[in-house]
């Protein structure tokens, strides 16, 4: 028989709580919650590396690109913009809103420097994709070594 005092274990109640700790948390650092921020959204990125390149990839759908400025700075990647939103229709009734849009800024602390002079960035189907050269400092290389 069970003991009276004893309670039941319920771990979804414990990731409510652990929910209402989070909303806590970013209402005293930022006076509210990031999804009810106003304008609040930074794109999403892969980053990825070889031996000559750091590639990075950025989805901002919905923009032009003279709306969209990128600046590298040693091994910092700094994407900006901003997203305008469509001019509201009175006579409409929105049942849903759920694009985000305003001004954004996404800095990225690369894995290693990169060589700014020559960095490339392309924007296709809201995809923006940034090729950054390393320099010849941080380049892997192949070094023979003779065994005697």
Known sequence: MADKYMSRWEPFR??????????????????????????????????????????????????????????????????????????????????????SYGRFSRMITLPTDVDSDKVKASYKDGILSITMPKPESVKPRHVDVEIK
């Open 14 to 99: 414990d990731m409510l709580s652990l929910r209402a700790d989070m909303d806590r948390l970013f209402t005293t650092l930022f006076g509210q919650a990031p999804e009810e921020r106003e304008g609040f959204w930074a794109p999403v990125v892969d980053i990825e590396e070889d031996n000559e390149n750091i590639l990075v990839k950025a989805e901002i759908p919905g923009m032009k690109k003279e709306d969209i400025k990128v600046s590298v700075q040693g091994n910092m990647l700094n994407i900006t913009g901003e997203r305008k939103q469509e001019s509201e229709v009175k006579s409409k009734t929105f049942h849903r809103v759920e694009r």
